[in-house]
């Protein structure tokens, strides 16, 4: 065995910050609630329902995650949030009408008290929308010292030991990296001068950063993604991740896709449309917060098929990808696939795939892995960028020389050799030929 990482214990309570009480949050929150009173199960969750070999095939060890690395429990989870509409997580769910009424009804008691803090917000980034529950600041840097502010009186008033932050406010506006985001002077330098370069999730990332919490973006935008943030985070001992969850149709990309190269099946092309119905689906209706979603969504394909390696199979593909806002669907969103492929002496193929999800059920459980798995990265003294979490984004955040892994089997691998490597576990490369000697 190798030597383990020292991590200090999962004591005490951890306080979950999300900016964003809308359909997600309110989901992965009082689901965590039906699962403590025994109420369902927390499928979809590594953390909860993941296992992990260790050593040889023959040993037969495969403790669950939980058991393996010392992770907070669910009821050591605290609950708080910045939203711009004034609703408690209780009436948030309703709203949202994800969860069945009863289930939300039989855990009322636990998250009525759940009210979100007022929001660092400014409808040029989401122009969708518009809610009284919001800040008021001199500049944006003084909207950034406000959340600074709501972290360290949540964290007084809750007894919280540790906090993570996990994004899961509304898509913003495309935004490209600007000189402004380029260290930390500049950036905050922008922060008081108002500049447009500093979206609001930007502040709450730098909140975050500054009181020393992990921070998770689970939306395309580029919040924490900017070099002035990543090395913030490096100085300052704090871990981060992102961007965007991977749920739906974009997980399913990550699973077809490598099972083509891996046959070496040829791509032509690969449309992708939706219909969804939620707030989140409203917001991807203005053209510039689709635009971030579409360029995450883009990305995924050319890195796993490597056309400039296999120019004659993956060369020319078309990649079309939509998402149309049809409010009946609600947050049961339908994804249509429809891929051209082409084999043996080029003779086509194709395959459909047609993905009747929950967008909100299949997100909860990453935000839930997402939170303690930070936290056992801080309490192991992990800072930056947390690749091996990639498993979880569509858009892996990565040092900037790298090219982001998007295999989900490779992410997974990444992720369970982690851990290996924090409890001093042999990894595993899957040789194997030790069995035939
Ligand atoms: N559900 C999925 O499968 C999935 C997958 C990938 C990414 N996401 C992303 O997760 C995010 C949340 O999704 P959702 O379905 O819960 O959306 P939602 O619209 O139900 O909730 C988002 C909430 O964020 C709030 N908000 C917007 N700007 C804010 C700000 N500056 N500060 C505080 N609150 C703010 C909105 O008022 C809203 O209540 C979206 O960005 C979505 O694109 C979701």
Redesign the pocket.
């Known amino acids: 065995m190798a030597d383990s990482v020292s991590i200090a214990p999962a004591e005490g309570k951890l306080g979950v910050l999300l ?7 309110t989901t992965f929150i009082i689901g965590v609630e039906a699962v403590r009173q025994g109420l369902a199960q927390p499928f979809g969750s590594l953390t909860q329902m993941g296992t992990i070999r260790l050593g040889k095939r023959t040993e037969n060890r495969v403790p669950t995650i939980k058991e393996f690395v010392p992770l907070a429990g669910l009821d050591q989870l605290v609950f708080g949030g ?4 004034p609703d408690s997580a209780y009436a ?1 769910a309703l709203k ?1 009408g994800v969860l069945d009424p009863r289930l939300i009804e039989s855990v009322r008691g636990a998250v009525e008290a759940i009210k979100p803090m007022p ?3 400014d409808r040029k980034y ?1 122009q969708r ?1 518009d ?1 009284p529950n919001v800040k008021r600041g001199a500049n944006k840097y003084d909207l950034a010292m406000q959340l600074i502010e709501d972290i360290a009186s949540f964290k007084e008033e809750n007894g919280c030991d540790r906090m993570v932050m996990v994004w ?4 913003e506006i495309y935004m490209e990296s600007d000189p402004v985001h380029r260290n930390l002077e500049s950036f905050e330098k922008a922060m008081k001068e108002n500049h447009p370069a500093i979206a ?2 930007m502040l709450y990332a730098y909140a975050a950063i500054r009181s020393g919490i992990p921070y998770a973006n ?2 395309p935008n580029l919040s924490a993604d900017v070099p002035a943030l990543t090395d913030l985070a490096h100085s300052q001992n704090v871990a981060i991740a992102g961007k ?2 991977k ?2 149709q974009t997980w399913m990309k990550t699973i077809i896709a490598p099972g083509l190269k891996a046959r070496l099946l040829g791509l032509q092309g690969w449309y992708s449309t939706n219909i969804l119905g ?3 689906g409203e ?2 209706d203005d053209p510039a917060s689709f635009k971030t ?1 579409e360029v995450s969504k883009l990305g995924v394909l050319e890195h796993i098929l490597q056309p400039h390696i296999y120019p004659e199979l993956y060369g020319q593909i078309s990649h079309v990808v939509r998402i149309n806002y049809y409010p009946p669907r609600g947050d049961n969103k339908e994804g249509w696939d429809n891929l051209d492929i082409f084999g043996w002496l080029g003779y086509p193929m194709q395959i459909k795939i047609n993905f009747l999800c929950r ?2 059920i ?2 909860a459980p990453i935000v839930l892995d997402l939170a303690l798995l930070l936290d056992l990265g801080a309490r192991s003294g992990m800072k930056g960028i947390q690749e091996w979490l990639s498993f979880y984004f ?1 858009s892996p955040m990565c040092a900037p020389e790298l090219y982001p892994e998007h295999d989900l089997f490779i992410q997974l691998m990444k992720l369970k050799n982690t851990l290996r490597h924090l409890k001093g576990e042999e990894l595993i490369t899957h040789l194997g030929l030790e069995y035939y000697d």
Request: charged fraction near 15%.
């Open positions: 900016p964003g009480l809308g359909a997600v949050s910045w939203d711009i509409f948030s949202a929001a660092a917000f989401v929308l809610g899961c406010g509304s898509t609001p999730s689970g939306a965007d969850f749920t739906g939620n707030r989140d917001v991807l979603k967008d909100s299949l997100a569509k």
